[in-house]
């Protein structure tokens, strides 16, 4: 279970244009969506939590205008990068879970690549 | 402090080798405890978890948990070259939000 994918796997993009990325939980409902973005030989960093029909808390340093998140239902959550810059270039990935379920299954990664 | 506390590495171990890695917390509130392997350019990847203290064991991978000294572990029996990855701990309280350790980056020698 807890199967989640990602898409597109990987993105690149000029700079000033804007960057969405899919995440879906594909056996199970999850309540909860989680993104997180990585840089090279670090851990992964929580940007914000998105619960399905309200609105993503983010975490502290992360710009909401700029990570838009919606969670429109609860296979599908959306992380749009705004006005993308070359200091945006990451590999941001997902998590879902459900109440129930302690442990969270992991997206594959986008890696994005503002030029 | 950190609330998780893992040692980077890198780590290197010949074939065969037991390999032991840990992380150390400090919130009491962390019930559920992870153990994610990640390869390169790859999203995290659920081995192991543990609700509270004890041990856990999948084939050659066991995890165990010391809640009262905070202290959790993972050993993998007979590593293997396709064993080389980073391995993040992860633990959660009551809510599903996830704290997660450094990562300590595996090397396993053929």
């Known amino acids: 279970g807890a199967v989640v994918s990602q898409h597109p796997s990987w993105v690149i993009c000029k700079s000033g244009t804007s960057v969405k990325i899919e995440c879906r939980s594909l056996?199970?409902?999850?309540?909860?969506m989680f993104w997180y973005r990585q840089f090279p030989k670090q851990s992964l960093m929580l940007m914000a939590t998105?619960?399905?029909?309200?609105?993503?808390?983010?975490e502290q340093g992360v710009e909401k205008d700029k990570f838009l998140i919606n969670h429109a239902s609860l296979t599908l959550s959306t992380l749009t990068v705004t006005s993308a810059h070359p200091e945006d270039s990451s590999f941001y990935i997902c998590?879902?879970?459900?109440?129930?379920?302690?442990?969270?299954?992991f997206g594959p990664g986008t890696r994005l690549t503002v030029l | 402090q950190k609330e998780v506390e893992q040692d980077p590495g890198p780590l290197s171990v010949p074939e065969g080798a037991i390999v032991s890695l840990n992380c150390t917390y400090s919130?009491?509130?962390?019930?559920?405890f992870m153990w994610y392997r990640q390869y390169s350019r790859k999203g995290p990847e659920l081995l192991m978890y543990?609700?509270?203290?004890g041990n856990k064991e999948d084939g050659r991978f066991t995890a165990q948990v010391d809640k009262s000294s905070k202290y959790i572990s993972l050993f993998i029996r007979d590593s293997q070259p396709s064993d080389s990855a980073t391995y993040l701990c992860?633990?959660?309280?009551?809510?599903?939000?996830?704290?997660f350790g450094t990562g300590t980056r595996l090397t396993i020698i053929p």
């Open positions: 992860a633990m959660r309280g009551g809510n599903e939000k996830l704290t």
């Open positions: 056996d199970f409902q999850a309540t909860t």
């Open positions: 998105s619960n399905e029909g309200s609105k993503a808390t983010y």
């Open positions: 543990t609700y509270s203290s």
């Open positions: 919130n009491s509130a962390f019930q559920y």
């Open positions: 998590s879902a879970g459900e109440t129930r379920q302690p442990s969270l299954g």
